[in-house]
Each structure stands twice: as structure tokens, then as C-alpha cells.
């Protein structure tokens, strides 16, 4: 069955210090992984994708076949990171993408 | 440009009660998607149309939801009657084909069943 795990609800971090949010997938097959992002009082938006391997706002996800996981990396974190993260996949372009529960980013001052 | 606009944004009715949300996508965005998202849940999707034809429907609760695209750029989800568990926001998200992946959110409806 396919499935996205976000083992953390609450994540807190003190600014400057790095971040990483956990994320676990099941799918049988090669699938694409997103992460998108919530700030307060905006609409929910794409952050990253695995194939793009880019860095958006500093942030980095590396996919791991071998451990089925997406973790999202930021070494250093600020303030206007704090939102709800969610992380996503599809099996293909055309395909419906499940979402994880979400894990939300408090950055502490 | 301008993003997905939803209405209403919020609604509170009581069980057994008719509900509807309105969504207008991004222009020229061919698909269009309503998701439902319970409090501390992900977005889950309920219907996906390509233009005005339903992809995914799999798991749009047939019994007591209907959802239309009649000339493949407004969309109406349609609740009757509506249960104490359909309180959640319903999120419309529109992307193109090109990009599937990408998708832009609206606000979202916050509908409480009482």
C-alpha cells in the first residue's frame, strides 16, 4: 500500500541550529517525493522535489531507496521557517499524490 | 497571476443538512483536484478532473458527495447530507498538465457539522 510517514508531529528547533524532518514512504515502484510547506495564514505550497535536487529557502531532501525515506535538511534554521511541513509522493507524473500527516516546524528564538 | 479562489470559507450547518463549496482554478490549469483534510491529517484527495472529465474518484464517498466541472474550469463539491465526521477543511488545488506535480492550493473551506 502506498504510504507516507512522518514520524513527528511537533518539531522544535532553536534558530541557527540545523533542522531535519523525518520522512518515510511505502510504494512499490520508483516513486516521486515532494515536500510541501504551510506558512501561517498562506495556502499550502510546494517546497522541493527529489528530482529537481535543488535547494528551496535552504532546504535540501535527499531520497534514500535503500532506507524508503525523504528527510528534509536545513543546516542552519531561521525564524520564517516555522509552518507545517508535509511530505508527499506519487507513483507517476499523472498520479494522484498522498500526503503524510504533516510534522510542524517551531523555530525557537 | 491570480491563485485559486474557493467559496465560502467557512460554514457551519447541522448533520443531515446540504452543503456546497465553489472553486475557481488557475486559468488555464486543465486539472483540478478537492482534497478533504481533517484536523491533524494530511490533505487527502476526494476527486481529480482532467478538463471536465473525473481521472480519480476513488475516494470521493459517493453515497453522500457529488462534485461537477461542467465546462472544465469552475467545480462545485456538493455534501448531502452531511455527517458530524465531514467537518475538515476541503482544499481545491488546480496545476497544469505540463506540471502535475505542482499544484496550487486555495484557501480552503472550514465546514463544521454540528
Known amino acids: 500500500a502506498q504510504r507516507v510517514t512522518q514520524p513527528e508531529k511537533l518539531l522544535s528547533v532553536f534558530k541557527g541550529a540545523p533542522v531535519e524532518l523525518k520522512c518515510n514512504y511505502s510504494?512499490?515502484?520508483?516513486?516521486?517525493l515532494f515536500w510541501y510547506v504551510q506558512y501561517s495564514r498562506q495556502r499550502l505550497q510546494l517546497l522541493l522535489r527529489?528530482?529537481s535536487r535543488e535547494s528551496i529557502k535552504g532546504f535540501t531532501a535527499d531520497l534514500n531507496k535503500g532506507e524508503t525515506s525523504f528527510h528534509l535538511k536545513k543546516p542552519f534554521a531561521q525564524e520564517e521557517d516555522s509552518a507545517m511541513y508535509y511530505c508527499?509522493?506519487?507513483?507517476?507524473?499523472?498520479?494522484?499524490?498522498?500526503f503524510g500527516k504533516g510534522t510542524r516546524l517551531h523555530i525557537l528564538p | 497571476e491570480a491563485g485559486v479562489a474557493q467559496s465560502p470559507r467557512y460554514k457551519i450547518i447541522e448533520k443531515r443538512q446540504s452543503v456546497a463549496f465553489w472553486c475557481n482554478p488557475i486559468?488555464?490549469?486543465?486539472?483540478l483536484y478537492w482534497y478533504q483534510q481533517i484536523l491533524g491529517q494530511g490533505p487527502k484527495l476526494l476527486i481529480q478532473?482532467?478538463?471536465?472529465?473525473?481521472?480519480?474518484d476513488s475516494q470521493l464517498p459517493k453515497d453522500r458527495f457529488s462534485a461537477e466541472r461542467l465546462k472544465g474550469v469552475d467545480s462545485t463539491l456538493k455534501i448531502q447530507p452531511a455527517k458530524l465526521e465531514d467537518s475538515a477543511v476541503y482544499l481545491c488545488?488546480?496545476?497544469?498538465?505540463?506540471?502535475?506535480?505542482?499544484?496550487?492550493f486555495g484557501p480552503g473551506t472550514r465546514l463544521t457539522v454540528t
Open positions: 488545488a488546480s496545476s497544469s498538465l505540463a506540471f502535475s506535480y505542482e499544484q496550487y
Open positions: 510504494y512499490s515502484g520508483s516513486p516521486e
Open positions: 527529489h528530482i
Open positions: 508527499a509522493l506519487s507513483g507517476s507524473r499523472d498520479d494522484k499524490i498522498i
Open positions: 486559468s488555464g490549469h486543465a486539472t
Open positions: 478532473f482532467q478538463n471536465n472529465g473525473v481521472v480519480d
